[in-house]
């Protein structure tokens, strides 16, 4: 039978479980609830003070739920291998973390791009439902409660022992699953402890490093923008004077560098770029609807309508009002000199720099402010059909910690859900099914 109580609070654990569950994150309370709704004892432990803590920073506090998009965008928006998804996507997939939040008295709303919000843009909303529908299904929970060590038999897991209040003490299982997230945003609880409780027992670490995350670039240009949105622009990353990947929308300058969507987007490519030692730069098009030759004409146009204009003005119907003085230094040009005299080889100059505005990328801005974590256990030594480690019996992995991660959308936070229902869909047909459970 399911555990009779919310553990939240309670000092003194029983020491008997069907599955614990390590990270009381999404994947955790995912993993959780579903192998509690099928019978299962489960106890969910949370080295933090309270669970969820990641999830309610997420879309900036108004948690992107999921993503309305066919499984086929998600495999596309997935690294290094989406496919791999294809059984977890199957047991369960947007439709039914929307259905799931519906029963517990969320409303979503789909946004542009497919992404889905609850309706009251709070992420408070979105954890207190999950936390709701965990309790129902009698899962007992236990905070300030850090796994220093993960215990195994004969190839078999057998259990954790857990630290609380300094003291450490064994708990037995039937199987654990690790939802301990990866290394984003540390100061929530993930600082990939799990990764070196998986390595102890044999997984191999896909290197880890930040993604999603802000880009520092080199020299004061991008300082002198700080603050500055560009919208309906489109960049490119370039690695070693090769062109990447481009992305259209929206970016912001900051003291450091370069953030926004689409930057965060190019930014998975951009930090592996720069670990392999490579020169990384993106150039930004501020101009993406025009082509070299129709915006040369328009620049001729204007430059012919406002002849006795000085450049500076003539420059606010191009471009937002900061980067004009950056402009007019970059091209070393006279702001006061009048329209008609801007020779050819300078309207060119502008027109250029309009569609290749160039900034060469040093570093990111780590795990701090990394949305999510890249690399992770090496998916190769997990059975994609259940989610189960190909070395241990009973061990189950889900969510960040896996070598998984994906663009902005909704995406992550749909792996995590998924792995976990699967995770535990399969520690039950394995475990509690035909089973007379303690």
């Keep these: 039978m399911a555990a009779q109580k919310n553990g939240m609070g309670h000092n003194n654990l029983n020491n008997k479980y069907d599955l614990i569950v390590v990270g009381a994150g999404p994947a955790g309370l995912i993993a959780a609830g579903r192998a509690a709704s099928q019978g299962a004892r489960v106890l969910l432990v949370e080295k933090m003070k309270s669970a969820g803590r990641k999830l309610l920073i997420t879309g900036k506090g108004r948690c992107n739920v999921s993503n309305d998009a066919y499984q086929s965008a998600f495999f596309k928006n997935i690294f290094p291998n989406g496919k791999y998804l294809k059984p977890a996507f199957g047991a369960f997939f947007s439709k039914d973390i929307v259905n799931l939040l519906t029963q517990e008295g969320v409303e979503t709303t789909v946004e542009r791009?497919?992404?889905?919000?609850?309706?009251?843009?709070?992420?408070?909303?979105?954890?207190?439902a999950l936390m709701s529908w965990v309790k129902k299904q009698r899962v007992e929970l236990s905070?300030?409660?850090?796994?220093?060590?993960?215990?195994?038999?004969?190839?078999?897991?057998?259990?954790?022992?857990?630290?609380?209040?300094?003291?450490?003490?064994?708990?037995?299982?039937?199987?654990?699953?690790?939802?301990?997230?990866?290394?984003?945003?540390?100061?929530?609880?993930?600082?990939?402890?799990?990764?070196?409780?998986?390595?102890?027992?044999?997984?191999?670490?896909?290197?880890?490093?930040?993604?999603l995350v802000p880009l520092i670039t080199s020299g004061s240009l991008a300082a002198q923008?700080?603050?500055?949105?560009?919208?309906?622009?489109?960049?490119?990353?370039?690695?070693?004077?090769?062109?990447?990947?481009?992305?259209?929308?929206?970016?912001?300058?900051?003291?450091?560098?370069?953030?926004?969507?689409?930057?965060?987007?190019?930014?998975?490519?951009?930090?592996?770029g720069l670990l392999q030692k490579n020169k990384v730069k993106i150039s930004i098009d501020l101009k993406p609807a025009l082509d070299e030759n129709k915006l040369?004409?328009?620049?001729?146009?204007?430059?012919?309508?406002?002849?006795?204009?000085?450049?500076?003005?003539?420059?606010?119907?191009?471009l937002p009002s900061k980067l004009i003085?950056?402009?007019l230094e970059q091209l070393q040009l006279d702001g006061k000199k009048q329209g008609h005299q801007v020779t050819g080889k300078e309207r060119r100059q502008i027109m250029l720099l309009m569609k290749n505005f160039e900034f060469e990328v040093t570093d990111n801005r780590g795990y701090s402010e990394a949305i999510i974590t890249a690399g992770g256990i090496n998916t190769s030594e997990i059975d994609g059909k259940t989610m189960q480690s190909k070395l241990v019996k009973n061990l189950y992995f889900a969510g960040e910690i896996l070598d998984l991660d994906a663009n902005t959308g909704g995406y992550n936070l749909q792996i995590a859900y998924s792995t976990a229902w699967l995770a535990a869909n399969a520690f039950i047909k394995l475990n509690i099914e035909n089973h007379t459970t303690k």
């Design 143 to 211: 905070c300030n409660c850090r796994v220093v060590e993960l215990l195994v038999q004969q190839g078999q897991i057998t259990g954790i022992i857990a630290e609380r209040n300094g003291q450490k003490e064994p708990l037995e299982a039937k199987g654990v699953v690790l939802c301990t997230g990866g290394k984003s945003y540390p100061a929530t609880g993930s600082t990939g402890e799990g990764y070196l409780l998986a390595q102890q027992l044999g997984h191999s670490l896909v290197q880890t490093r930040p993604a």
């Design 113 to 128: 791009g497919g992404r889905i919000f609850p309706t009251s843009n709070s992420a408070l909303e979105v954890l207190n």
């Design 325 to 327: 003085p950056v402009f």
């Design 296 to 318: 040369d004409a328009r620049l001729i146009r204007d430059l012919d309508a406002n002849g006795k204009k000085q450049l500076e003005n003539i420059f606010k119907g191009w």
């Design 225 to 272: 923008l700080q603050g500055l949105s560009l919208k309906n622009v489109s960049a490119s990353l370039w690695i070693n004077n090769k062109k990447v990947k481009d992305e259209f929308g929206e970016m912001l300058f900051a003291h450091y560098g370069l953030t926004g969507p689409i930057i965060l987007t190019l930014s998975r490519h951009a930090v592996d």
